[in-house]
């Protein structure tokens, strides 16, 4: 079967670095995405990945490792408005996306 | 910036009843999508829709139809609710499938069934 894992909550301080990773078992591969979700909102678009490598948005990265299958969302310099569930997701051979569970990322002040 | 509008936010239904969501995307995407987010599952997909009176099942169909007699509108439909299908409803339009295609999601309706 597909599969995507990520950790369920993760802590860090304001004004700190934090790496949420995401592991993935799918039929194919057409590209990783991540999306934040504040509670009682929509998911919104962050960040794509579909080769190897380190992509760089601000205070946002993602990287991504096809023969791993891993992934992660590195968020430097937090602030408390980062507090939201982060969703990895991966396109299938059929360009389905298949979605992990989320990782809710508390900050700390 | 494209916005996608769910008409609901809360609602609350009774076993039995016919439950209508609807989802109205306003930058001409071809696509539309409808999944439900429970908590601890990853977005599940429902129905999904290529283009006008068009829909294709995603993985969990039972219980649930959908309409797309127009372009920009993208109707979810429960037919006789269920207990079990009390959730978050989140609706999606993109504008192509393939390649790094951004979903755009509405705000979400979330579901009680009694």
């Known amino acids: 079967g597909q599969n995507i894992d990520q950790p369920t909550e993760m802590t860090a301080t304001e004004g700190a670095i934090v790496q949420i990773n995401c592991t993935y078992q799918?039929?194919?591969?057409?590209?990783l995405f991540w999306y934040q979700q504040h509670a009682g909102e929509a998911p919104t678009f962050l960040s794509y990945?579909?080769l190897d490598g380190l992509e760089e948005k601000g205070r946002f990265s993602s990287f991504l490792s096809r023969s791993k299958g891993y992934s992660y969302l590195l968020l430097k310099e937090l602030q408390m408005k980062d507090s939201a569930s982060y969703l990895c997701?991966?396109?299938?051979?059929?360009?389905?996306?298949?979605w992990g569970a989320g990782t809710k990322l508390i900050i700390k002040p | 910036d494209v916005k996608v509008t769910q008409s609901s936010r809360y609602l609350v239904k009774r076993t039995g009843e016919k439950v209508f969501l609807e989802c109205v995307q306003d930058?001409?995407?071809?696509?539309m999508f409808w999944y439900r987010q429970d908590p601890g599952l990853g977005l599940r997909l429902i129905y999904f829709?290529?283009?006008?009176?068009?829909?294709e099942k995603g993985d969990i169909p039972e219980g649930y139809s959908v309409s797309r007699e127009k372009k920009e509108r993208f109707s979810l439909i429960l037919e006789s609710a269920s207990t079990n299908q009390t959730s978050m409803y989140l609706c999606?339009?993109?504008?192509?499938?393939?390649?790094?295609?951004?979903?755009?999601f509405g705000a979400g309706s979330r579901l009680t069934v009694l």
């Open positions: 999606a339009s993109s504008p192509e499938i393939s390649g790094a295609n951004v979903l755009t």
């Open positions: 930058m001409d995407h071809e696509n």
């Open positions: 829709s290529y283009d006008v009176k068009m829909k």
């Open positions: 799918t039929s194919g591969f057409n590209g």
């Open positions: 990945n579909v």
């Open positions: 997701a991966v396109k299938d051979s059929n360009y389905q996306l298949i």
